[in-house]
């Protein structure tokens, strides 16, 4: 079993940057390629970035990208997410999760243990 909990999320003026933490416990964190995705009001939960096991490959959506980065700390099984120029539509519940399987890492069914989440609100 793999327990997530998610912090650094807030309210941030556009143009403002916050900080999230994914704390992971329960499993060998360091073997797996990490995601984190979001979820606004009313929308299907989307990919925002992935980090393989050993941090030196990452990937963006074409939304965040030049503005997110995707970080990791294994010996803390921690991963980041540093938001940067933060928009009105980043708004949303930011989860990380534990990728399991082999297909697109973009599809949230490719990953098996997610957070709780956390709330980032950006307002205009």
């Known amino acids: 079993q793999v327990r997530l909990v998610e912090s650094g999320g807030g309210l941030v003026q556009a143009g403002g940057s916050l900080r999230l933490s994914c704390a992971a416990s329960g499993r060998t964190f360091s073997s797996y390629a990490m995601g984190w995705f979001r979820q606004a009001p009313g929308k299907e939960r989307e990919f925002v970035a992935r980090?393989?096991?050993?941090?030196?490959?990452?990937y963006y959506a074409d939304s965040v990208k030049g503005r997110f980065t995707i970080s990791r700390d294994n010996a803390k099984n921690t991963v980041y997410l540093q938001l940067n120029s933060l928009k009105v539509e980043d708004t949303a519940v930011y989860y990380c999760a534990v990728e399991s399987g082999s297909g697109s890492y973009t599809e949230p069914s490719e990953y098996a243990y997610w957070g709780q989440g956390t709330q980032v609100t950006v307002s205009s």
């Open positions: 980090i393989s096991w050993s941090g030196g490959r990452t």
